[in-house]
């Protein structure tokens, strides 16, 4: 599964989640020339919420159709993995 965000003027992006315990130094993204961050990750099938943390501040994915409440007043993105999904490797 390709995670994507777009921040050139970030130092870091790091992806935290129920995936990875919401361990948000488990899964740092790579920038490219363009200033976008990314990841591949190979998730098993399933629902997963996450959130990136840009520079230290959790942040929402403007990207995602789907969110849910979390317990610190914001929302947290919601990805499904199909059991026919191909993913990828970080």
Request: hydrophobic content about 35%; glycine content about 6%; proline content about 7%.
């Amino acid at each position: 599964m390709r995670f994507a965000f777009y921040a050139p003027e970030a130092r870091s992006v790091r992806l935290a989640g129920t995936f990875n315990n919401w361990q948000p130094e488990a899964n740092p993204l790579e920038k490219d020339a363009s200033g976008e961050w990314s990841a591949r990750l190979s998730l098993k099938s399933g629902r997963y919420e996450y959130r990136y943390v840009v520079d230290g501040v959790w942040t929402d994915d403007p990207q995602t159709p789907q969110s849910a409440a979390n317990p610190h007043g914001g929302r947290n993105a919601v990805i499904e993995v199909a059991l026919d999904d191909t993913t990828e490797l970080l």
